[in-house]
């Protein structure tokens, strides 16, 4: 691998180019799921190839290749330049990017148990027992459920001088289970949606989550759903679980403090973002105990964001994005450090595999843990409590929002009194994040991991960190999904 | 693609005998993509990707399991076939398993285009060029993508089975931003020469230059008149559900509803891999022909898409929209073309008193799986049109809005096109004018 990158980055280093870099990749991925006590998709996939991004006539070129002989990769490097010249014919401004350092080094992701050394007949047995749990309860019409391992080494090497060689392995379990009756579908999931929980750590994650031991009561959570009243629409104090809120923090502080948005590199598609430049240390983003963090490092955790150094060759940093209530910082890129004459990346840029650019990613964008104890989030006098994301959407200027969750509790003074069924709350992101009340301590805080963050053109699917423990919003709109 | 499928085919075929298995299905697919993004008026991201991939399923004893690679030596290939022979033997038996597909003839659809295989970073580049310029023209800044691919793709079984198919896609994207609006436009087409990127950077920038100083109106029921991505990328929403499996499964909302007038009169709806302005292959995951589905008809719901298996547990005939196996969605008609009328936008303005013309929508997300009710936002060129004509630019409308609702409240539909958006693939769809859509709240810009 490190021989290829050399190789790679040899072939592109021609007269004329002032920057390039070259990730070399080999990836390893299993996906078993079970549907209703049969195996559903049993796969694995291994793929090896380079991506090589120059900077030449002022301008970025790119080009990936799965063909890995010489001849492969020297079409790849003159395609990567001669991509880069063309360019000249829209050019504005001379690429440049903020100074870095050369660095060699080499990393492994901590895994306790290797998850490709598990047979695939024990994964589906393990799956297969949970399904066999949830269909116990006859009212299931579907029983889902799934595991996802990817191994993956980089090897990543700079015209500066860098050698990096960086292998991350994570792991993602969960289940869920559907109940349809009388013209009506509810379905709850565990640990949460979108396949569950996701992490940097081997099949330890597995056994911790202890899925056999959640299924009864998701399945009954399910079906009771059908005679639970409707949640109501109004203003009501707000409590969320922290996998929701994790996607909350995603959604209206992560998305928005990326700098290439902000600068219109995403207009087209993803879009762009109310924190103009302007905003940066002057915005009152949050109440007062609102924290929020960007932190690749492992001491933040074993999240889908954590790593050693960037795709771009900058070591994993923690940024503070918001400091009590007060908004303090973007996720950057070399080239958007120096647009807005910043010292240095803090280390953000991501792509999904060899084939695709990196960008301006999440790494582990998290709310960090408040004071209050758990009884006292929970413990307002009169509060909707909602669990588990059903679905979620936000303008492409990060501003309204508006998520559904799986299930609901009407709370009177910490109890819960009522189940309540298609929940859902929107909002503004500042006004929101302004309503924060109480978050609970870091005894009960999750780092949850979004596996299927898309963003750029070709389009790029990332995992993503998210740490949140629950916490309590005063007076937010509720029920608007089913309002008019 | 680096050797012929057949030979490579012949590899796969060997080593499962080695191993003792012989029935065995593989797909090889190629693809070479470019892809030159601009924003802020200058290119700013270009990219080039080439790729083939060799998957590999074997069935044994009423087990079947898929191994993948992108590693095309004989020894990647032997390894990639006892990958998967080894996962085949440790998975669960399934007695509803069906064997190999068997040979069928398909369709002749021809959808690869030199101009756009041969497409150049300098050609793109210029077009790129010359869109930025109608936009800056204007005043305005642009933001887009030009994008060229060439893609093939055999499927072979033991059984037979030998299925290619080749296309080429070009795709041309483009939002214009004026200081507090913005317009957007997008096609897609086979062949790079049926796109005008100039004329898709004038029609957004006149888009962000209606748009401009937006009004604020408040969320509640409007007629809207939803240009053709928008039509595709709310209504696309709902197609998976025309599936045998997920009917099956009771995560359709068609359960209960086939058979049914679900919809208006004027909504007929059909799946056609042949229909001249669609594109992909005309057989399936696993090499069974795609037959014309007709899964509308009058508001009633028809035809619903079967896999082999699925076909098998319903007792009907499988339809050729299956998914590569194992998967866990089973099907899904993908080549929709829902039938227009004889409106047409301007026609639709001039009958409209007051109401909401709709560019785009955007973050498209479900909210309830059986009456699918479905939330977003409105983006990039979104007016009110008041007594006829086009009154002003408003502030972006999130919607919670029932395709079962709006499909039965269509007053008048356009001819149909070949509609891209960014919220689910291409389909032939036309503009449609709805009255009573549930716009429940507005952003601030």
Redesign the interface.
């Known amino acids: 691998m490190k021989d290829l990158a050399w190789r790679a980055l040899d072939a592109v280093s021609r007269p004329g180019v002032t920057y390039a870099d070259v990730r070399a990749i080999e990836t390893r991925d299993r996906d078993v799921?079970t549907?209703?006590g049969?195996?559903?998709?049993?796969?694995?996939?291994?793929?090896?190839?380079i991506g090589i991004r120059v900077l030449a006539s002022g301008?970025?070129?790119?080009?990936?290749?799965?063909?890995l002989t010489n001849e492969g990769i020297e079409r790849?490097a003159r395609?990567?330049i001669?991509?880069?010249r063309?360019?000249?014919?829209?050019?504005?401004?001379d690429v440049s990017l903020a100074p870095e350092s050369s660095y060699q080094a080499t990393w492994v992701s901590p895994c306790a148990i290797d998850p490709f050394s598990i047979?695939?007949?024990q994964n589906?047995a393990a799956l297969?027992a949970v399904d066999a749990e949830l269909r116990r309860n006859p009212a299931i019409?579907?029983a889902?459920t799934a595991m996802r391992f990817v191994w993956q080494r980089q090897v990543f090497a700079s015209t500066l001088g860098s050698l990096i060689d960086q292998t991350r392995t994570t792991s993602g379990a969960g289940f869920s289970a559907?109940?349809?009756k009388n013209?009506?579908?509810q379905?709850r999931s565990f640990p949460n949606s979108v396949g569950g929980q996701h992490q940097l750590k081997g099949y330890e994650l597995v056994q911790e989550l202890d899925l056999p031991g959640h299924a009864a009561r998701i399945a009954e959570e399910a079906v009771a759903l059908h005679s639970a009243p409707q949640c109501p629409e109004g203003e009501r104090d707000l409590i969320l679980d922290s996998s929701q809120l994790g996607l909350q923090v995603h959604e209206s502080i992560g998305h928005p403090v990326e700098l290439d948005r902000v600068?219109?590199?995403?207009?087209?598609?993803a879009?762009m973002s109310?924190l103009t430049l302007d905003r940066l240390n002057h915005l009152r983003y949050g109440s007062a105990i609102v924290n929020v963090v960007c932190d690749a490092r492992l001491e933040h955790g074993p999240g889908l964001g954590t790593f050693a150094f960037d795709d771009e060759g900058v070591p994993a940093q923690s940024t503070d994005i918001i400091r009590a209530g007060q908004f303090t910082g973007y996720m950057t890129s070399r080239e958007t450090a120096a647009a807005v004459g910043q010292a240095r990346s803090n280390g953000c840029m991501r792509a999904d595999g060899c084939?695709?650019?990196p960008l301006i990613r999440m790494t582990n964008v998290s709310l960090l843990a408040g004071e209050q104890s758990l009884e006292e989030v929970m413990g307002a006098d009169h509060a909707i409590y909602m669990e588990t994301n059903?679905?979620?959407?936000?303008?492409?200027?990060r501003?309204?929002f508006?998520f559904?969750c799986e299930i609901a509790w009407e709370m009177r003074h910490g109890k819960r009194v009522r189940m309540l069924k298609?929940p859902?709350y929107?909002g503004?992101s500042t006004e929101f994040w302004n309503a924060c009340a109480a978050i609970a301590g870091r005894e009960h805080w999750t780092l949850w991991g979004v596996p299927n963050c898309g963003k750029g053109?070709?389009e790029q699917v990332m995992g993503t960190g998210h740490g949140a423990s629950p916490a309590r919003f005063h007076k937010i709109k509720i029920g608007?999904?089913?309002?008019? | 693609m680096p050797d012929s499928a057949e030979a490579i085919f012949g590899q796969v075929v060997d080593a499962a005998r080695a191993r003792g298995v012989t029935e065995v299905e593989a797909i090889l697919a190629s693809d070479t993509s470019a892809l030159t993004r601009f924003a802020n008026n200058a290119i700013h991201q270009n990219v080039s990707e080439r790729n083939t991939q060799l998957s590999v399923r074997a069935v044994a004893g009423g087990r079947s399991a898929r191994a993948s690679t992108n590693r095309l030596d004989r020894e990647a290939i032997r390894g990639v076939v006892e990958q998967a022979i080894a996962i085949t033997r440790l998975t669960e038996s399934d007695p509803e398993l069906q064997p190999l597909a068997d040979p069928a003839a398909y369709p002749e659809v021809s959808r690869w285009f030199e101009s756009t295989a041969c497409s150049t970073p300098a050609g793109r580049a210029r077009a790129v060029a010359e869109a930025i310029g109608a936009v800056e023209a204007a005043g305005q800044t642009a933001a887009g993508i030009y994008s060229t691919e060439e893609s093939s793709f055999a499927l072979l079984n033991s059984r037979g089975v030998n299925a290619s198919y080749r296309e080429t896609t070009a795709r041309f994207s483009i939002t214009a931003m004026a200081g507090d609006s913005s317009g957007w436009a997008k096609a897609g087409a086979c062949d790079l020469r049926d796109l005008n990127p100039l004329e898709l950077a004038r029609s957004a920038a006149r888009k962000a230059s209606q748009s401009g100083a937006p009004r604020e109106l408040p969320s509640g029921r409007y007629t809207v008149i939803l240009e053709p991505a928008a039509v595709l990328d709310l209504v696309g929403q709902m197609f998976a559900d025309f599936s045998g499996t997920a009917i099956r499964e009771g995560r359709s909302f068609l359960n209960d509803r086939i058979g049914k007038k679900v919809f208006g009169g004027n909504i007929t709806i059909h799946d056609d891999a042949c229909h001249p302005l669609q594109s992909g292959a005309p057989f399936d995951g696993e090499g069974v022909p795609r037959r014309r589905l007709t899964l509308v008809d009058g508001g009633v719901v028809r035809d619903i898409a079967y896999s082999r298996q699925a076909a098998a547990l319903a007792g009907a005939a499988p339809t050729g929209h299956g998914f590569p196996l194992p998967n866990e969605y089973g099907e899904m008609p993908v080549n929709i073309v829902i039938a227009g009328g004889d409106s047409y936008i301007e026609k639709m303005l001039a009958s409209t008193e007051r109401g909401i013309l709709v560019t785009r929508f955007w973050y498209i997300r479900e909210v309830d799986p059986y009456e699918k009710i479905f939330t977003g936002m409105t983006r990039d060129g979104t007016f009110l049109v008041e007594d006829g004509l086009i009154a002003a630019g408003v502030r972006n409308f999130r919607f919670n809005q029932s395709l079962v609702e709006m499909l039965s409240n269509v007053e008048s539909l356009s001819a149909t096109v070949r509609a891209s958006g960014e919220e689910t693939f291409d389909m032939v769809v036309p503009a449609m004018k709805v009255r009573d859509f549930n716009f429940t709240e507005v952003t601030r810009f």
């Open positions: 799921t549907r209703n049969k195996a559903g998709n049993v796969a694995c996939s291994e793929s090896q190839g301008c970025w070129g790119f080009a990936a290749s799965s063909d790849a395609l990567a001669e991509i880069a063309s360019g000249v014919a829209a050019k504005k401004a047979p695939v007949d589906l297969l019409s579907l889902e559907l109940c349809y013209g009506e579908i379905k600068l219109g590199s995403e207009a087209n598609y879009g109310f084939a695709r650019l059903r679905s979620w959407s936000i303008d492409d200027k501003y309204n508006q559904g298609n859902s929107s503004i053109q070709p608007s999904a089913y309002a008019g």
